[in-house]
């Protein structure tokens, strides 16, 4: 009977180990690797935004991605922006892409057609990250926001293809302003 008590015991306390490890493993890769969808506002002005000297005026349709090689939010917009760029460019829409001041990194090679600009001004102003600007063909600001509202962005849920769709028929778009909620991330450095 001695016998089958230390059994039950040892076994007690080796499922309980194991019990232990598995929680932290599993503590350990949901704090390295999971990142909880927060219900970000974020409300989008484009009053300070210009188009450099360069590229202001009439000209071809523009549209300025901005991103933040440190927000984890760009990877629920990249593929989608991918498409953009594949489906617009043949219809003479030009791509640029800004990077947040002072981050390090590069756009994923699906995203190398993108003409990067240095800077852009009113860029420092902007709210949070993803967002997207586009001009129309007269070089007057159309939209400027994020791309959907939600974690992800795809073309069933996208706000850029309606805005894309009437400008390349010489619709006017004033959609400047805009409220969204969606995985963002701060872009202003200054408050």
């Known amino acids: 009977m001695r016998s089958s ?10 499922a309980l180990g194991c019990a232990a490890v598995l929680w ?5 890769f949901q704090g390295r690797f999971l990142r909880a969808f927060s219900q970000h506002t974020a409300v989008f002005s484009g009053d300070p935004l210009r188009l450099p000297p360069d590229l202001a ?4 349709i523009r549209l300025v991605h901005f991103w933040d090689p440190a927000c984890p939010c760009n990877v629920g917009n990249q593929q989608h922006l ?5 489906k617009y460019s043949a219809q003479g829409v030009e791509f ?3 990077q947040k001041t002072g981050s390090q990194g590069h756009l994923p090679t699906n995203l190398t057609h993108l003409k990067p600009l240095a800077a852009l001004p009113g860029s420092g102003q902007i709210p949070a990250s993803p967002a997207v600007a586009i001009w129309d063909r007269a070089g007057k600001l159309a939209y400027f926001g994020p791309y959907s509202e939600g974690l992800t962005c795809n073309s069933s849920n996208s706000f850029i293809e309606p805005i894309l769709e009437a400008l390349s028929v ?15 991330c701060t872009w202003s450095t200054s408050n």
């Open 96 to 98: 640029y892409a800004v």
């Open 170 to 184: 010489n619709r006017e778009v004033n959609a400047t302003h805009t409220l969204a909620v969606g995985c963002y």
């Open 24 to 28: 932290f493993a599993y503590d350990w």
């Open 57 to 60: 005026g009439p000209g071809a």
């Open 82 to 86: 991918s498409e953009l760029i594949d």
């Open 5 to 14: 008590h230390r059994t039950t015991l040892l076994a007690s306390l080796i």
